[in-house]
């Protein structure tokens, strides 16, 4: 399986190249005369140093309760060739550093153009910005699209037109106060403003203002418990309709500049006026390409999906032909004039109705993973630091990013007041459309690469998206802090939704149940979204059906309207059904005689082994002259004494003592020879921590703990318990079966029952 993995890989790299080599928008990238292998020898080395600075960014971030992208970002800014990655060191190779930014830092003061990433670099955070945009299709919900077409597109139209307008003006009024020196910015000054609008420059800052990433505001939605009001249902249709529109608008805008491009209309500024016949006829073949394709993935998606399950019968093979056939669709988008991604996007949204969108998704998602990262950080790394941070990009880009929100929240509120919602519901839908995301990156990516835009407005572009991600969770959450409703007539506009709670024993048990909730509902046709990953949030829909369902620690939510509720009780039901089969079968009793034959052949394991697992043990209670009664009394006084003597392990005794019965009540932990080892992970210990007991035949009457079973009905006389974290990697397996070999082999039970010491007893733990 991993080979097949990396041979998807592999052929979806070599796929991609002949999609983005030659790209001719891409200004070149200096040649600093290094031979082939050289070359590659520094892509391998920047790239595994992006993974890994890429992956500590993003679990930052994730610790701030920022989006991982942040964390990438920031990091591919640190990293670059205008930060660290600029260091050089020594006197060879390495002498510009990792990026070259010292070489390039040198051309861009001869005032060279050239694009911060080598193209080998570039054409992979390329292939990244491919697959996600295409699991993004995969993810969008197309019925939902469909059902809330009129309040969605409403909402999502006005967002981007408003948003698309206030980035353009902005950029034609207030760019040549803030920027000189720019052959473009300098004549948008004496330019008609409609000539000045169509605009590389200013036409990409419009685009780069529409775009919307709803996945922090799902995130807000769920922890409200407002995914399914009538705001939370708008917002998350209207995202589905911003990401189509936001596309559509790339589209339109590249057809326009290629239009202008043609007719010599470039930045310089033409004296003859605008031929908007030829810009129409090309926005307009624009929109039609997209519309088209998209129509014939919808149309032709079931027929593409049985003809991939009849010719490739391996999962493995499937995701690999739906990715190439995502990478076709997205050089053929390019060779139309619009942008890749927007085809890679259509054939995602195409596939997103039939059964291999799951397959498809998990077999791309170790790509994914892989090479996403790499994307963001690749787009931090283009940001120049001291461009960043000069006063004409920080004044910019403060009233660039305010006129965004802004733009959201007048363009999403007024479309929303006209469809039912009142001040504070228009005022929630546009503050939850407000955050950037990834489609505004990579469009920024986009216009820096192809020239359209200069190093301080792609920073301007990072600062934006950067900011309205921070500052819209706050004030969503403040939004929802009043219980008023955000619709002028809940009665009529009001779902009729309810919400169900399930209160299982367990997190584990509430975790299956929702994997085998979902499962079920999926074998059935019906089609499922994972909408928060954090947040355990799926979406079940099928024809006129939606369900939604969410998991809190123990207890999972299910929304859905009354007429549903059958449906789902049938489903949980079945779902239980198969769980308590399955737990009847793995709790069948163990023949005790099958045990003690393997555990009589048990030995011991390799020294180096023994001695690295066997410290442990050396912090563990040693209680030479134990007493107790039963099995409980000797649980609960052995984790009292460990609590007394690591207090820093035990924060919770009482917690911990249920935790060891609770394991005990499932299958017992006595073995043979009258060894007991119970054991129990909770929440409540830190690390691993543990008592050895040595019973005094004065303990009970007779010598041992009479309700402990034990494998060959030996009466216990050693006991050696272990508490261990329960949500922390700890080698808690390997120390049982240390201890377990350590008292069997060469009767090392006997040996340690006879020490009458706690240094005795630590001894023999050191011997073994």
Not at 391 to 417: D, E, N
């Amino acid at each position: 399986m991993k080979m097949k993995k990396s041979f998807l890989f592999l052929a979806a790299l070599l796929c991609a190249t002949s999609v983005f080599a030659g790209h001719e928008a891409v200004p070149p990238y200096p040649n600093f005369g290094l031979p082939r292998v050289e070359e590659m020898m520094f892509l391998v080395l920047q790239i595994g140093i992006i993974i890994f600075a890429a992956k500590l960014g993003g679990m930052l971030a994730s610790l701030l309760k920022l989006p991982s992208i942040l964390g990438e970002l920031a990091t591919g800014i640190v990293i670059g060739p205008w930060a660290l990655g600029g260091i050089g060191f020594g006197s060879g190779l390495f002498a510009d550093g990792l990026f070259h930014g010292a070489a390039l830092r040198q051309l861009a003061a001869e005032g060279h153009m050239f694009d911060a990433t080598s193209p080998a670099l570039y054409g992979i955070a390329t292939l990244a910005s491919i697959i996600l945009l295409f699991l993004s299709g995969l993810e969008t919900n197309l019925k939902m699209f469909l059902r809330y077409s009129f309040v969605g597109s409403m909402v999502g139209i006005g967002g981007v037109v408003v948003s698309f307008l206030f980035g353009d003006l902005c950029a034609v009024y207030l760019l040549p106060h803030f920027f000189t020196n720019v052959e473009w910015i300098d004549a948008l000054a004496k330019m008609p403003l409609a000539q000045a609008m169509t605009l590389p420059g200013p036409l990409y800052m419009g685009i780069m203002s529409t775009a919307t990433s709803v996945g922090i505001t799902a995130r807000i939605l769920s922890e409200r418990k407002k995914m399914d009001s009538e705001e939370g249902v708008t917002i998350m249709a209207g995202a589905v309709i911003d990401d189509v529109l936001g596309l559509i608008v790339l589209a339109i805008g590249n057809g326009i500049i290629a239009a202008t491009m043609a007719h010599g209309q470039a930045a310089e500024g033409a004296k003859e006026g605008m031929d908007w016949g030829a810009i129409g006829f090309v926005a307009l073949k624009a929109f039609g390409v997209w519309l088209g394709a998209t129509a014939i993935g919808v149309l032709a998606a079931r027929y593409i999906a049985k003809a991939l399950k009849v010719c490739f019968k391996s999962p493995v093979v499937i995701a690999t032909m739906a990715f190439g056939l995502a990478l076709i669709l997205a050089g053929f988008f390019e060779f139309m004039g619009l942008a890749m991604i927007i085809g890679a996007y259509v054939m995602g949204l195409a596939l997103s109705r039939t059964d291999l969108k799951h397959q498809i998704t998990e077999m791309l998602t170790p790509v994914y993973t892989f090479l996403v990262p790499i994307f963001f950080c690749a787009m931090g790394m283009m940001v120049d630091v001291s461009a960043l941070c000069s006063a004409p990009v920080l004044a910019f880009g403060a009233i660039y990013t305010v006129l965004a929100v802004a733009a959201k929240v007048l363009g999403c509120m007024i479309p929303s007041m006209a469809c039912g919602f009142n001040v504070l519901g228009g005022l929630r839908i546009g503050a939850g459309m407000v955050p950037r995301g990834e489609v505004a990156l990579i469009i920024a990516g986009i216009g820096l690469s192809a020239g359209y835009l200069t190093q301080e407005i792609f920073g301007i572009g990072i600062l934006m998206t950067l900011v309205t991600t921070v500052v819209a969770p706050p004030a969503l959450v403040g939004l929802f802090a009043s219980d008023r409703k955000g619709v002028r007539h809940p009665k009529a506009t009001m779902t009729g939704s309810r919400e169900i709670c399930f209160e299982l024993g367990s997190v584990k048990v509430a975790e299956l149940m929702l994997e085998k909730l979902v499962a079920e509902f999926r074998e059935e046709g019906f089609f499922t979204s994972l909408l928060s990953k954090e947040d355990h949030i799926w979406e079940i829909a099928m024809d006129d059906m939606e369900i939604a369902l969410r998991r809190q620690g123990k207890d999972i939510f299910i929304h859905c309207t009354p007429a549903e509720e059958a449906i789902v009780m049938t489903a949980w039901m079945e779902v239980a059904s198969d769980i308590n089969d399955l737990a009847r079968l793995i709790s069948q009793p163990m023949r005790r005689e099958e045990v003690g034959e393997v555990l009589a052949q048990t030995t011991a394991g390799a020294k180096g082994h023994r001695s690295g697992i066997g410290r442990y043990l050396q912090g563990f209670v040693m209680l030479p002259k134990f007493k107790a009664s039963s099995k409980r009394e000797a649980v609960e006084k052995l984790v009292a004494e460990i609590a007394a003597a690591c207090p820093h392990h035990v924060h919770d005794a009482k917690a911990a003592v249920e935790a060891v019965l609770t394991r005990e009540a499932s299958m017992s932990t006595g073995l043979d020879n009258g060894i007991a080892v119970p054991h129990g992970r909770t929440p409540a210990v830190t690390g691993i921590s543990g008592a050895v007991a040595i019973l005094d035949n004065a303990g009970t009457a007779n010598g041992c703990l009479a309700d402990y079973e034990t494998i060959d009905n030996s009466p216990v006389s050693i006991v050696v318990l272990t508490l261990a974290n329960s949500e922390t990697q700890t080698p808690y397996l390997q120390l049982m079966s240390f201890i377990s070999k350590a008292l069997r082999a060469n009767n090392g039970y006997e040996k340690l029952l006879a020490c009458t010491s706690a240094e005795e007893m630590r001894s023999f733990f050191r011997s073994v």
